[in-house]
């Protein structure tokens, strides 16, 4: 269903998107919650909700979705929450997201993230990148 939803939406057919997402959502899947997410972000076949928004991309981050993690973290610091954007970040580099990575390391430059926290997402995030490349 989750593939379904990602073609449509390939083809501009937000609607059907939605529909496939939500079906594949309502039965655990963190990619469809991720895409539906972002549906809800830019208004794309549904109306913009950031309640709705923030309810997909924190389910995502339950279920593993590295990027939803990271968006978690751009929301938060959006509203000047730094801090939990920090930890949102932090887990997301230590799934391997290069994203998240830049993020600590920006902040870490504007003094806003612990050496020692800048060190762990560096060693989390490397941990990360060997194990895929293990297998």
């Known amino acids: 269903m989750c593939y379904m939803g990602t073609k449509r939406c390939n083809e501009g057919d937000y609607k059907r998107a939605f529909e496939y997402w939500s079906k594949a959502a309502a039965l655990g899947d963190a990619v469809a919650h991720c895409q539906l997410s972002i549906l809800y972000y830019n208004g794309e076949g549904v109306e913009k909700d950031e309640q709705k928004e923030l309810h997909h991309a924190e389910q995502a981050a339950i279920g593993g979705h590295p990027s939803a993690r990271h968006n978690l973290g751009c929301l938060e610091r959006e509203k ?32 806003q993230v612990s050496k020692d926290d800048f060190a762990a997402a560096l060693r989390g995030h490397q941990a990360a990148v060997d194990a895929t490349k293990s297998r």
């Open 80 to 111: 000047g929450r730094v801090d939990r954007a920090v930890k949102h970040y932090i887990i997301a580099a230590k799934l391997g997201y290069d994203r998240s990575l830049e993020s600590v390391k920006d902040l870490y430059k504007a003094g």
